[in-house]
């Protein structure tokens, strides 16, 4: 790190939990941010502003008037332009040192994988089940740690599913695909604007610690948020042991590769 490095992080490194050696961490580490959006604004913003080292936004939507209620890393002057510019543009003001690579597309398997694979932790930030799942899928093979976020009207919900730990559940886990689950999105349901920063600041939290390596993470916990009562509840998640797509795949990678344990973090 130069003079300037630490000035800007300073205040971490004074951290003990952190320090020198944990901002090195952050700084050499690439996050994957899946959606521009409410969750992704203020979870990007963080992770550009503590110094994670690059940062990958993937988006497919243009900024519309509708999203500057709440998704704070667009402008007024940016609506009709692709979110993932308007995102690179806010992220290099607050930090021209990290690295923003911007994918304008709403992803698929293939994509996914090749993005997952060459980022060291994932946030899911995404607004729909089909892109939640897909993203889990991609993140159990490469065993990435994944950060899931969702906010809808005043009800939010966090969790990490650290899937280097092979014990961890996935996210199938908690919510099968083939299950008639409702689709909310906030196009039709409407959001409580400051939800979505809150739900968003504890993913860049929980990336941090385990980009850098300290505390303890939601691993095989899920917060949930009732901000109408700004009340929170913790439900604990366990593993699915017949769950399609963590138990076949953790199965397949143990047979593949006996000492393969862990990805690299
Ligand atoms: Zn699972």
Same mark, same amino acid.
């Given at each position: 790190m130069n003079d300037e490095q630490l000035l800007r992080?300073?205040?971490?490194?004074?951290?003990?939990?952190?320090?020198?050696?944990?901002?090195?961490?952050?700084?050499?580490?690439?996050?994957?941010?899946?959606?521009?959006?409410?969750?992704?604004s203020p979870a990007a913003l963080y992770l550009a502003a503590a110094g994670v080292g690059s940062l990958t936004l993937v988006d497919g939507d243009n900024?519309?008037?509708?999203?500057?209620?709440?998704?704070?890393?667009?402008?007024?002057?940016?609506?009709? #332009?692709?979110?993932?510019?308007?995102? #690179?543009?806010a992220l290099s003001r607050?930090?021209?040192?990290?690295?923003?690579?911007?994918?304008?597309?709403?992803?698929?398997?293939?994509?996914?994988?090749?993005?997952?694979?060459?980022?060291?932790?994932?946030?899911?930030?995404?607004?729909?089940?089909?892109t939640?799942?897909?993203?889990? #899928?991609?993140?159990?093979?490469?065993? #990435?740690?994944?950060?899931?976020?969702?906010?809808?009207?005043?009800?939010?919900?966090?969790s990490v599913f650290d899937l280097r730990d092979e014990r961890s559940p996935c996210y199938h886990c908690l919510f099968p695909e083939n299950a008639e689950l409702e689709e909310m999105r906030c196009a039709v349901m409407g959001?409580?604007?400051p939800l979505t920063g809150i739900i968003g600041t504890v993913q860049a939290a929980e990336a941090l610690k385990l980009l850098a390596g300290f505390g303890e993470t939601l691993n095989g916990r899920l917060m949930l948020l009732d901000a109408l009562a700004m009340q929170w509840r913790m439900v604990k998640l366990a593993k699915d042991p017949s769950c399609p797509v963590c138990a076949t795949l953790a199965q397949e990678a143990a047979t593949a590769f006996p000492t393969a344990r862990t990805a690299p973090a």
């Open positions: 992080y300073s205040r971490h490194i004074l951290l003990p939990e952190i320090g020198v050696e944990g901002q090195q961490k952050l700084l050499s580490a690439s996050a994957l941010v899946i959606g521009a959006g409410g969750l992704g900024v519309d008037l509708t999203n500057l209620q709440r998704q704070i890393l667009h402008a007024t002057e940016s609506v009709g #332009r692709p979110k993932t510019e308007s995102g #690179r543009a607050i930090n021209p040192e990290v690295k923003v690579v911007p994918v304008q597309q709403r992803v698929g398997d293939e994509s996914l994988e090749r993005l997952v694979a060459s980022s060291s932790i994932v946030l899911d930030c995404s607004d729909n089940f089909a939640r799942h897909a993203v889990n #899928r991609a993140c159990v093979r490469h065993r #990435r740690p994944l950060v899931s976020g969702a906010a809808v009207r005043f009800d939010g919900q966090v959001v409580f604007a």
